[in-house]
C-alpha cells in the first residue's frame, strides 16, 4: 500500500487528478488508513496508469472507464473493445483530415502574401470571401 503522492508517481497521473478521477467515478476511491489517507494497492495504481494511457490517445473519460470496466472484467471482450476503438479511430481520422484541409487553405490564403505591404490579401480575402467558397470543402470522404 502506498500514499497518493507515491501513486501518483508510479502511475504517472497527477495527485489532483487522482483525486478528480476518484470523485467522478472513472476509478473507485481506495481504503483509508485510520487517518484517513488513500492507501494504493497495484491493481489500484494500474488502473490508473490505464486510464493514463487511454487519455494519452485521446480516449475520452467515458471511453477509457469504459475500456478499464473490459480490461477488469472476467473474459477480456475484445470485440466491444475494438468496436470503442474503431470508433475513436474513425475521430482521429476525421481531426487529420480537417488539419489537412486548414493546412492547405492556409497555404493557399498566405500564398500571395508579401511582408511589408499596406494591403495584405490574406486580410482581404478573409474579410471579402464569399459564403459559397467557405468554408474549404471536404475532403474526407473516406471516413
Known amino acids: 500500500m502506498v500514499t497518493i503522492g507515491e501513486a501518483a508517481r508510479r502511475s504517472g497521473v497527477g495527485i489532483e487528478l487522482i483525486r478528480y478521477y476518484e470523485r467522478t467515478g472513472v476509478v473507485a476511491g481506495p481504503e483509508r488508513s485510520p487517518a484517513g489517507r488513500r492507501q494504493y494497492n497495484a491493481d489500484e495504481i494500474h488502473a490508473l496508469r490505464f486510464i493514463r494511457r487511454c487519455r494519452d490517445l485521446g480516449f475520452s473519460l467515458a471511453e ?38 486548414m493546412e492547405a487553405a492556409m497555404v ?19 474579410l471579402q470571401g464569399s459564403e459559397s467558397d467557405w468554408p474549404p470543402q471536404d475532403r474526407c470522404l473516406n471516413i
Open 64 to 101: 477509457a472507464k469504459s475500456l478499464l470496466g473490459l480490461a477488469s472484467s472476467t473474459g477480456l471482450a475484445c470485440g466491444e473493445a475494438q468496436s470503442v476503438g474503431q470508433h475513436h479511430l474513425k475521430g482521429i481520422q476525421k481531426k487529420i483530415c480537417d488539419l489537412q484541409q
Open 108 to 126: 493557399q490564403l498566405m500564398r500571395p502574401c508579401h511582408s511589408g505591404q499596406q494591403d495584405c490579401s490574406m486580410l482581404e480575402t478573409l
